[in-house]
């Protein structure tokens, strides 16, 4: 049977959400050896070399001449430049329940920006099954994490600035695709943009001790972890995300990334032995309701029936 190339999307969307859904147990373990900025530039910096090595061998090719270069650019500087600062600081100056609770409505948000800047209207059930997922998100994040730390002004400032830019990163990528810009091209400019802004801000942040870039690269868990997150997080991830956004509407991929939650809960519990409860449970149901209610009702479905 051959797929469509909507279904081609859907899967490569899954295949991203699962895969980010570990994204936060290799930051955790990365984290106990590097600052953040420190992980970040390898992550960056690793992706980078990963993807520009077949172009060096003349197994791709980058082609920017006589293209619009300003949404492309744009498009790596809200993510993933200004998002994972958002995220960052967001945690450090709430917590990770709250910031989890707020990260978890970027896909209404995204929705929404869609409707305006792209004309793309989700079905007004699609909405309903949306809140559902986002719903069943918030009530994982009570239910699994601890609040510890305080809710600051800052900090919400902070995490509403991931939000936006998380979801201007996804109109500005639909952008850069009519552009002509490939999967691949957009995928290496976002990871290089990554690796220079995070580069620098982690010589800046070590300035007076460089020894402490070096460092966590004797710890074996650190490497592994960083590996993970450059080859698999943002070198496949990222190239996923990008060909699913060209072949699928915004409401279908974006609400597949609640996912992420449920997959990141699930990790921890089976590697971490992190505590699980029913409610959580209950939750993890209802986060796979919402997304199965949005990719149900898309509007060629509604028309099938």
Known sequence: MTLTKHTKAILAALGVYFIWGFTFLASS?????????????????????????????????????????????????CEPVIYFIGEQ???????????????????????????????EKPQPIQWLFSIVSIGGVIAISIFTSEAGGSITAKGVLWLVL???????????????????????????????EGAVFFTVSALFENINDLRSLIVPCTQPSFFVAVLYLALFASVIGYTLQNYAL?????????????????????AGVVILHEPFSIKAAVAMVVVLAGIWGVQRFTPEQLKKT
């Open 29 to 77: 373990v990365a984290q106990r050896s590097a600052s953040p900025m420190v992980l970040l530039m390898y992550r960056f910096d690793i992706a980078s070399i990963l993807l520009l090595l077949p172009v060096l061998v003349g197994r791709k090719s980058i082609r920017l001449k006589g293209k619009k270069l300003l949404p492309l650019l744009m498009m790596g500087v």
């Open 246 to 266: 060209d072949n699928a509407p915004v409401a279908n991929i974006t609400t597949l990334n609640a996912l992420v939650t449920v997959i990141s809960v699930i």
């Open 162 to 192: 991931a939000i936006v830019t998380a979801a201007a990163y996804v109109i500005l990528n639909r952008v850069s695709s009519s552009g002509s810009f490939t999967v691949f091209e957009r995928t290496v400019i976002i990871q290089i």
């Open 89 to 119: 600081y967001g945690i450090k100056y709430t917590n990770s329940s709250f910031a989890g609770i707020c990260i978890s409505v970027i896909p209404l948000v995204t929705m929404f920006m869609a409707a305006i800047f792209l004309k």
